[in-house]
């Protein structure tokens, strides 16, 4: 209050100052330095029982800090105000009446600032995790093919994208969000759903759209200060195949392929992973990430894990567990040559051993557990500015007998290649043509009666971002695929234009 009542008694002298015939301009002067000498002392006064008050307040719990343990470095922090910041400020001159605000109003406070050994105020909660995601609107227009046909016949189908069918037009192929944060010093949290899930037979054998269904549920606990080694426990993702880890959002082709992806659909399950990353790998993962690559995420350079091996949102079945890892080395190419400065290749490898039980078309699960084990190798030169991406897996898994008329455990094998070529800068913004050659023989496991798909596919394709938030993919693609139904035969073929829309936020 004193403080306030000095600055008015200030504020008033100065305006009323060139009225005062009596006194001189040496003795209003001096009566403005004693009034501000006032207050800043009085300043000066306040601000030390601020900073008491503040150091008092760090030595307690107060609620605001992690179950787990101390304060963490805060995220949201109001930029610490200094001296220098205001050092272009004006000073109070007396016939300059714009510098007379800023000498009556009191200094700023200090803002509380996190950090170890500051005592200061750890974050909340809401200043721990982060809110992102994405969306992505497709539609798919056949030009030519077998889009329909008679019962027993496969019609031009796919087991990634729904939206591909003789009425098809608008779908929503993703809309996600994701809820993650560092919860402590060696916590890391990671939740996402999806609401662009279908659910059949909601009337009739009609289905229903944009369902929201759990994809990740997952914590990291670091075992080390540099994070290096980490657990992760919860619905995750599987360590097997490069291009089943990388993110949808980061991917360049509209789906995965079957090859690889009839080994996890979904790509996640229940378990425990252990992963670990060598400094100098991360550090050529920071560098490419930097550089705007596509990445498949960091899994690891080292991934190992045990998972209930029904695959993405489904019971367990039996008491024994999917074991699953994988082995991925980025090598710098600068050692090479001029031409190869800047080129990264990374190879790698995964495996898994699983025991599985497919769903069967009379109801229910079948009651014996297939063998289910694959081993792939994968590798990728990043596009700087031509790329190549590769990987085949082999191995055997449930599949339907259609002389038998079971499921019988059965060899499959299958890929894919793709080339790219990456342009940073033009008119439209960046953007990236791929051509991608594929195909498959063998079961899709989740599908009722484990069906067969004989998939042979050509597709050709261009991303652009014209703004950052915004990806557009259009395609053309030649299919060749037998439908994932035990009941249809032969392969059906087509033509196809695809474009999709993704939003990031």
């Known amino acids: 209050m004193k403080q306030r009542l000095l600055a008015a008694a200030l504020g008033w002298s100065a305006v009323l100052m060139p009225c005062a015939q009596a006194q001189t301009v040496a003795e209003l002067q001096r009566q403005i330095d004693e009034l501000k000498a006032m207050i800043k002392a009085q300043a000066e006064s306040g601000r030390g029982t601020r900073a008491t008050a503040v150091r008092t307040a760090g030595r307690t719990d107060a609620g605001t800090r992690p179950a787990a343990g101390r304060p963490v470095t805060s995220a949201v922090g109001a930029p610490a105000v200094t001296r220098a910041a205001h050092a272009d400020r004006p000073a109070f001159v007396i016939d300059r009446p714009e510098t007379w605000i800023d000498a009556l109003l009191p200094p700023a406070p200090q803002p509380l600032v996190d950090g170890p050994g500051s005592g200061g105020r750890p974050k909340t909660w809401f200043e721990r995790l982060s809110l992102r995601g994405y969306t992505q609107m497709r539609v798919n227009e056949t030009f030519s093919g077998d889009t329909t046909a008679p019962a027993g016949r496969?019609?031009?189908?796919?087991?990634?994208?729904?939206?591909?069918?003789?009425?098809?037009?608008?779908?929503?192929?993703?809309?996600?969000?994701?809820?993650?944060?560092?919860?402590?010093?060696?916590?890391?949290?990671?939740?996402?759903?999806?609401?662009?899930?279908?659910?059949?037979?909601?009337?009739?054998?009609?289905?229903?759209?944009?369902?929201?269904?759990?994809?990740?549920?997952?914590?990291?606990?670091?075992?080390?200060?540099?994070?290096?080694?980490?657990?992760?426990?919860?619905?995750?993702?599987?360590?097997?195949?490069?291009?089943?880890?990388?993110?949808?959002?980061?991917?360049?082709?509209?789906?995965?392929?079957?090859?690889?992806?009839?080994?996890?659909?979904?790509?996640?399950?229940?378990?425990?992973?252990?992963?670990?990353?060598?400094?100098?790998?991360q550090g050529i993962w920071d560098r490419l990430a930097k550089d705007g690559q596509k990445l498949f995420g960091n899994y690891g350079a080292f991934g190992v894990g045990i998972y209930n091996g029904q695959t993405l949102n489904r019971a367990e079945r039996n008491d024994d567990l999917m074991v699953a890892g994988m082995v991925t080395w980025p090598f710098a190419l600068d050692g090479l040559g001029e031409v190869f400065k800047g080129q990264v290749l990374e190879v790698g490898a995964s495996a898994y051993r699983n025991r599985f039980q497919p769903e069967i078309r009379t109801g229910g699960v079948s009651p014996r557990a297939f063998d289910d084990s694959r081993v792939g190798l994968h590798a990728i030169l990043y596009p700087q500015p031509f790329g190549l991406q590769a990987e085949w897996n082999w191995g055997r898994g449930p599949e339907y007998d259609v002389v038998s008329r079971m499921i019988a455990e059965k060899p499959l094998s299958g890929g894919y290649v793709q080339a790219m070529f990456r342009v940073d800068h033009s008119v439209v913004g960046p953007f990236m043509p791929y051509a991608r050659w594929q195909t498959y023989d063998g079961g899709w496991k989740v599908a009722t009666n484990a069906p067969r798909l004989e998939t042979d596919e050509v597709e050709v394709g261009i991303e652009f971002q014209p703004i950052k938030p915004i990806e557009v993919t259009l395609a053309y693609a030649r299919m060749k695929r037998r439908e994932a139904d035990e009941r249809r035969f032969g392969q059906a073929e087509g033509h196809l234009f695809r474009g999709q829309l993704q939003v990031n936020y």
């Open 154 to 281: 496969s019609r031009l189908r796919s087991v990634h994208d729904g939206g591909v069918t003789d009425r098809g037009n608008f779908t929503f192929r993703r809309v996600r969000l994701v809820l993650q944060g560092d919860i402590h010093d060696r916590v890391f949290i990671y939740l996402q759903p999806d609401f662009a899930v279908n659910v059949a037979n909601q009337a009739g054998t009609e289905g229903r759209g944009n369902f929201a269904q759990l994809r990740d549920a997952f914590a990291d606990v670091f075992l080390d200060d540099e994070r290096r080694t980490k657990l992760r426990f919860g619905q995750q993702k599987v360590p097997y195949g490069w291009e089943n880890l990388q993110s949808s959002q980061n991917r360049l082709t509209l789906d995965r392929s079957d090859a690889i992806n009839s080994a996890l659909p979904g790509e996640r399950d229940i378990g425990i992973t252990a992963y670990y990353t060598p400094w100098h790998v």
